[in-house]
């Protein structure tokens, strides 16, 4: 038991010492990094959850993860858009949303989705240890390999399916990806498939991305001009993403 517990706690302090050090980047304005690493920690603990539901205090925290990652997509999806338009030779497009990125930074190291899910951290390693204590938790390493392996048999399938969809695929490779770097004593990927799965997530994400500024330019006048660039771009990078994916399905099937 200790031998799955410890690592697992060890891991759950370190995430809050993550979100507590993206919270301070973001209070003070730092860097442009600190939104995207917030939800890069977030992601990576709701990774680490997934396979623990229905332990004590488990769910109350996946809970606060996701009300926090849900508030903050927009402003990443904003964030992101500026700086491509900036890329690209279009300031007086990219600034006024460059400065409203920049005013969320205060937003999300004030909100209450944070502190929330900050406390819930701080409580749940000795509720954690309290269970272990008293016998709740048993067979914690079987529970997590399960649930690994039914994230693999998830991605499998659909990967499997002709009609797949990018966006549900998209999910199911960053859950096993994720999931790997938070059990890596439990769930080691074969060789070249951890490259696979990042290679396609990028790709999967490319497309993700000029998905959403088409449907911005549809929106948002000001954008319409860009419209036939971006669905060329996305285009391509769903073609790149049939390869990745390809490549992904045969590690899988090893």
Not at 106 to 121: D, E, G, I, K, W
Not at 124 to 134: D, E, Y
Not at 157 to 163: E, H
Request: glycine residues 4%; proline residues 5%; aromatic residues 4%.
């Amino acid at each position: 038991m200790a031998s799955t517990l410890d690592p697992l706690i060890a891991h759950l302090i370190a995430i809050e010492l993550r979100l507590i050090t993206c919270r301070e980047r973001l209070a003070a304005h730092t860097d442009s990094e600190a939104l995207h690493d917030l939800r890069t920690t977030v992601r990576r603990l709701r990774s680490l959850l997934r396979p623990l539901r229905g332990l004590p205090g488990i769910d109350r925290l996946e809970d606060g993860a996701r009300a926090l990652g849900q508030l903050t997509t927009p402003m990443r999806d904003r964030e992101v858009l500026a700086a491509h338009l900036l890329e690209q030779g279009y300031p007086e497009l990219a600034y006024p949303r460059q400065q409203a990125a920049a005013a969320a930074f205060t937003q999300v190291a004030r909100c209450s989705q944070l502190s929330q899910l900050l406390n819930l951290l701080s409580a749940i390693v000795p509720l954690l240890r309290t269970a272990q204590r008293n016998g709740v938790i048993e067979h914690l390493g079987r529970m997590v390999d399960k649930r690994l392996a039914k994230q693999h048999r998830q991605l499998r399938k659909a990967l499997a399916d002709p009609a797949h969809d990018r966006h549900r695929l998209r999910l199911l490779i960053k859950r096993v990806r994720y999931a790997a770097e938070a059990y890596p004593e439990r769930e080691p990927l074969p060789k070249g498939m951890a490259k696979a799965l990042k290679k396609a997530q990028e790709a999967l994400g490319d497309w993700h991305d000029h998905v959403q500024w088409l449907r911005r330019a549809e929106e948002e006048p000001e954008l319409a001009p860009l419209a036939a660039q971006w669905q060329a771009a996305q285009d391509e990078a769903e073609g790149r993403s049939d390869k990745a994916l390809s490549q992904l399905a045969r590690y899988m099937k090893k």
